[in-house]
């Protein structure tokens, strides 16, 4: 399985609704990231886990909260979003390198677009 | 900062022509770089990587990509263009001060491949 795997395809939440984003991959891969993308702009990212810890935060607002419960899903939490934060957002998943060292290509999913009202 | 440039928006071509997509980089220390495109709708696949070695690299889908060191740039190339290659593409690096943990990308660039 060479997959990337993202739930829901597509999301409408209100702002003062609580969703989550599902990822899962099969593939042994150690770390895991989440981007966001704006249409026709490059993914921004957001968080990277490595060997289930958080190791990687790029100042990423308290409303987007990230979860890691094994290997193989990664979790986005969503609550209180704002408009803007409507995107497409993308998980990724590669081996994890030695010491930390990552020279591996990463394996997207198919991104779930989140739209906020 | 390790980072890359895409100079071009968009590139055009007709079908059965050869194509670039270029990237240039700027980084300390030896780059690790890769493309990426990227359908409407969709997540970004995988196409290349330069780490070391031969400065031609081969990939996904007939295309290829040449690392220049002297110029500090690794453009994609395919020998002869199919209306199905018009998507965008994205060059990006891994970030040496992360540990290469985090992948930096560049713009973009669209390519339109025509019938």
């Known amino acids: 399985d060479t997959e990337v795997t993202q739930t829901p395809k597509h999301l409408v939440m209100g702002m003062t609704n609580k969703k989550s984003l599902k990822c899962e991959q099969h593939?042994?891969?150690?770390?895991m990231y989440w981007y966001k993308q704006k249409a026709k702009k490059p993914p921004e990212l957001m968080f990277v886990?490595?060997?289930?810890?958080?190791?990687i935060n790029e100042s990423v607002p308290s409303r987007f909260s990230p979860e890691c419960p094994n290997s193989s899903l990664l979790n986005l939490h969503l609550h209180a979003l704002q408009p803007e934060d409507s995107a497409l957002y993308l998980c990724?998943?590669?081996?994890?390198?030695?010491?930390?060292?990552?020279?591996?290509?990463?394996?997207f999913g198919p991104g779930t677009r989140l739209t906020v009202l | 900062a390790q980072s890359v440039a895409q100079p071009e928006d968009q590139v055009n071509v007709a079908e059965g022509n050869p194509l670039t997509v270029k990237c240039t980089y700027s980084?300390?220390?030896?780059?690790?770089l890769f493309w990426y495109v990227q359908y409407p709708n969709r997540g970004l696949q995988f196409l290349l990587k330069?780490?070391?070695?031969?400065?031609l690299v081969k990939g996904s889908y007939g295309f290829e990509a040449e690392f220049n060191k002297s110029q500090t740039s690794f453009h994609l190339k395919k020998p002869s263009a199919l209306v199905s290659d018009s998507a965008l593409y994205f060059c990006?690096?891994?970030?040496?001060?992360?540990?290469?943990?985090?992948?930096?990308f560049g713009t973009g660039t669209r390519l339109l491949v025509s019938p």
């Open positions: 990724a998943s590669s081996q994890e390198g030695v010491r930390l060292a990552n020279y591996n290509e990463q394996f």
């Open positions: 886990y490595s060997y289930e810890k958080l190791s």
């Open positions: 990006a690096v891994r970030d040496k001060n992360t540990g290469f943990q985090k992948l930096v």
């Open positions: 593939m042994g891969h150690r770390a």
């Open positions: 980084v300390s220390g030896n780059p690790y």
């Open positions: 330069y780490i070391t070695g031969d400065n």
